[in-house]
């Protein structure tokens, strides 16, 4: 069964983000990031520049062959049909169709009341298809830094 997490409190959605799949790629996983297309245009200019040393491979869900293949990230406005990654990352307001196909299901939200509860919906959804879901509170989280 899909391994669900929320993480709750993104001040920064985006830039979470990319903290996000910088930590993930490092570990070796393999990512699919899903999202309107502002969105990841939005995402794709940042995983450019995420530090002075690092460069995180993604590409968009139309490249195929070889580049497609080694790019860590795949940036999508759905999920893939059969999911060709590890892990999903979801920065939209709806449930992925198909997450299920996914080892790991992350769920970005931020702080505005609207992506909050859009959060609650998608959690309520997960779990009354019996999913466990692991909480991050990124707020407690920089609390206690």
């Known amino acids: 069964m899909t391994e669900v997490a929320f993480h709750f409190g993104a001040a920064d959605k985006i830039g ?6 910088r930590k993930a790629v490092h570990a070796g996983a393999s990512i699919e990031v899903v999202s ?3 969105t990841l245009e939005r995402l794709s200019g940042l995983l450019w520049a995420v530090s002075a040393t690092d460069f995180i491979t993604h590409c968009g869900a139309a490249t195929e062959g070889v580049l497609r293949e080694l790019s860590a990230v ?3 406005e759905s999920p893939s049909a059969p999911a060709t990654r590890q892990v999903l ?4 307001s709806t449930v992925p169709t198909g997450f299920d196909r996914y ?7 931020g702080t505005d009341e609207e992506d909050r509860a859009t959060a609650r919906a998608r ?4 779990a009354s298809a ?3 879901i692991v909480r991050h509170d990124l707020a407690l989280k920089a609390a206690a830094e």
């Open 74 to 76: 795949q940036l999508s």
């Open 36 to 38: 309107d297309l502002p």
């Open 103 to 109: 080892r790991r299901l992350i769920e970005v939200v």
């Open 123 to 126: 959690w309520k959804h997960y």
């Open 89 to 92: 990352v979801n920065l939209g």
């Open 16 to 21: 979470y983000a990319c903290r996000l799949l």
């Open 130 to 132: 019996g999913y466990t």
